[in-house]
């Protein structure tokens, strides 16, 4: 599984864009990218998946080079709600067994 | 999206005795179900991968025998810590693949007195 590596934390505003990077430079051709947003004691929750290009959904996009070695989330005009750790994961689209490894993740904090 | 449960959300315990946590499926079947752990501040650690109908899969460094995973049903595993002591004191979550997308359930804070 290829290793990722994120900022420990990231600062922002209310109503700013966030984009926080991650990379993996050992990414294989079948792994996907995936982003999940975790608030304290709570479980993981997904917020995008991608494998190149670029991915939108209804609260996040995902910019992926075509090296894939990196990614990067951009959060829309996020709001104090988004305070959050956010972790960037890369796992095999095949089994259903097959374990995802989750790195240190980015703790974001936005301020008023 | 695909819904996850665990039971119970917190438990407190005295050291020596064991707690069992349970992880659902409730709206999908999972052959395979993961589990993981968290200490404050710290990324989630994954412990084991749980096998419906077979033994669960260990990383390195956690004790299957004070680990204990039976994954009996498709859409139940059970995560059994044996005489537990406070350094077991953690954030434990389970998660489940039904195809592609990881879901994780809630999480249960065990407290060891």
């Known amino acids: 599984l290829a290793k990722t590596t994120q900022p420990i934390s990231m600062d922002s505003y209310e109503g700013q864009e966030v984009n926080i990077t991650c990379s993996h430079n050992?990414?294989?051709?079948?792994?996907?990218i995936t982003w999940y947003q975790q608030f304290p004691s709570q479980g993981p929750r997904f917020i995008i998946q991608?494998?190149?290009t670029k991915v939108t959904n209804e609260v996040a996009s995902l910019f992926i080079p075509a090296d894939r070695k990196s990614s990067t989330l951009s959060l829309p005009r996020v709001s104090l709600s988004d305070t959050a750790v956010y972790y960037c994961?890369?796992?095999?689209?095949?089994?259903?067994?097959?374990?995802?490894?989750f790195g240190a993740g980015t703790r974001l904090f936005v301020k008023a | 999206g695909a819904v996850v449960s665990q039971h119970p959300s917190r438990v407190i315990c005295k050291s020596g005795t064991s707690v069992k946590i349970e992880c659902r499926s409730l709206?999908?079947?999972?052959?395979?179900m993961f589990w993981y752990r968290q200490f404050p501040k710290k990324s989630l650690m994954l412990m084991a991968t749980?096998?419906?109908?077979?033994?669960?899969?260990?990383e390195q460094g956690v004790e299957k025998d004070k680990f204990l995973i039976n994954h009996a049903s498709l859409t139940l595993s059970t995560l059994t810590v044996t005489s537990a002591h406070p350094e077991d004191s953690s954030f434990y979550i389970c998660?489940?693949?039904?195809?592609?997308?990881?879901?994780f359930g809630p999480g249960t804070r065990l407290t060891v007195l």
């Open positions: 991608g494998y190149k």
């Open positions: 998660s489940a693949k039904p195809v592609d997308e990881q879901f």
């Open positions: 050992n990414i294989a051709t079948n792994d996907y």
């Open positions: 749980s096998n419906e109908g077979s033994k669960a899969t260990y």
């Open positions: 709206d999908f079947q999972a052959t395979t």
């Open positions: 994961l890369v796992a095999r689209r095949d089994t259903g067994g097959f374990k995802t490894i």
